[in-house]
C-alpha cells in the first residue's frame, strides 16, 4: 500500500503563489508516475500535471506556464505543484495521485486551493 499526505493548500488572491506538497509513504516500489489532479464544485476531475519516473512531465492546457512539478530526487518519495499567476477559475480541490506498478493507483486526501480577493 501507498499512502500520501498532502499539504499547502490556502487561499490567495488573483496573481498569487501556492506551493503544494505530496509525501509518499508505504511500499514505493516500481512507481510508475506521481501527479496532481484538481475537482471544482460540479466539475469532474482532472489532470492538472504529472511527472514519470523518468522525469518526464505533462500539464493541463489551462496551466501551462504558470504550473511546475517537480520532485525530490533524493528519496524520489515526495512531489511538489508550483503554482504561480492563479487565477479564480484554479479554485478547486486539489489531489495527489500514485500510481504503481505494485500497489495499483492511490489518491490523497485533498487540500483545498482557493484564488479569491
Known amino acids: 500500500q501507498v499512502q500520501l499526505v498532502e499539504s499547502g493548500g490556502g487561499l490567495v488572491q488573483p496573481g498569487g503563489s501556492l506551493r503544494l506538497s505530496c509525501a509518499a509513504s508505504g511500499n514505493l516500489y516500481n512507481m510508475k508516475a506521481m501527479g496532481w489532479y484538481r475537482q471544482a464544485p460540479g466539475k469532474e476531475r482532472e489532470l492538472v500535471a504529472r511527472?514519470?519516473?523518468?522525469?518526464?512531465?505533462?500539464y493541463a492546457d489551462s496551466v501551462k506556464g504558470r504550473f511546475t512539478i517537480s520532485r525530490n530526487n533524493y528519496a524520489e518519495n515526495t512531489v511538489y505543484l508550483q503554482m504561480n499567476g492563479l487565477k479564480p477559475e484554479d479554485t478547486a480541490v486539489y489531489y495527489c495521485?500514485?500510481?504503481?506498478?505494485?500497489?495499483?493507483?492511490?489518491w490523497g486526501q485533498g487540500t483545498q486551493v482557493t484564488v479569491s480577493s
Open positions: 511527472i514519470t519516473r523518468d522525469g518526464s512531465t505533462n
Open positions: 495521485n500514485a500510481d504503481s506498478a505494485v500497489a495499483g493507483v492511490t
